[in-house]
């Protein structure tokens, strides 16, 4: 990360630590006690945790979930320990952020100020027998929280869906900024949301060697029609040609296959992914 942010910015890597380990999310907090009072120069802050990660330090004191197993990797991560780790370690997460709402506030930095919380991905514990998050799109692995903390009293339209391409045009347009026409987030200020979001797995997949593709299709969401919600998951699996078909507000757990059962959404999505693949990605 330095080598992409370092020459336009203050950068702080756990690494430049001078009391905790580099994997260690204190590392944070001494980072910010570096940092000076907020004054009238407008300031960006990017803090990437590692609590909830396998590598991540935990600490004693958030080991409240027992048992546990600490030090696990990716391969064998399912069971009720590792269960545990993974909550003892989102507890820590939340404790530090509380921490570092309270170092931002110090600072005066929370005056006029937004502060957006979401992740890059999920984790699986051994839901659909799998484990980590590389190349599957359930929603262990593809649904994060997105939190939004704002000071003023600016709308932001509750949802039950939303996708991290949204978050850098509600953040341009929540600062009055002209959205640039190569985004295609839409911002959350609207009540606009996308009918599809397209998705897909890398094509030689680090864990199954297997590339994968999702649509996301909300339409009773694009609609403002919230009485019969439904958002339907389709899945599928380039080289053995498998599908697979959720609706996840009823089914959050994504046990039932539907597509022997619902044939019209099969056909509409298998329309869909056909489509967002040549129009994305050209036919190769």
Known sequence: MAKFYSDDCDYYDGKDAKKYYFKDDRVLLEGMDRIGHASDTPAFFYFHMQSTHETGLLQDKYTVYQPFKKSITTQGMNGEAAVNEYDDKVLQADDMIRQLFEALDRKGYLKNSMVIITADHGQGLGEHGVSGH???????????????????????????????????????????????????????????????????????????????????????????????????KYIFTAKTKQEELYEVVSDPGELHNLVESNKDILSLLQHRRRHEKEEMFGND
Not at 161 to 190: C, F, K, Y
Not at 206 to 211: A, K, N, P, S, Y
Not at 223 to 228: C, I, K, L, N, Q
């Open 134 to 232: 590389v190349d599957w799109l359930y929603d262990p692995q593809v649904s994060v929280p997105l939190i939004i903390y704002d000071d003023s009293l600016a709308l932001y339209r509750q949802r039950t869906v939303a996708r991290h391409i949204d978050i850098a045009p509600t953040i341009v347009d929540r600062l009055g900024l002209p959205q640039p026409r190569g985004w295609m987030g839409l911002s959350l200020l609207h009540d606009s949301i996308a009918t599809y979001s397209y998705h897909e797995t890398g094509k030689n997949g680090l864990e199954t060697g297997l590339q994968k593709y999702m649509i996301v299709y909300t339409p009773q969401f694009a609609h403002g029609d919230t009485a019969s919600q439904r958002i339907y």
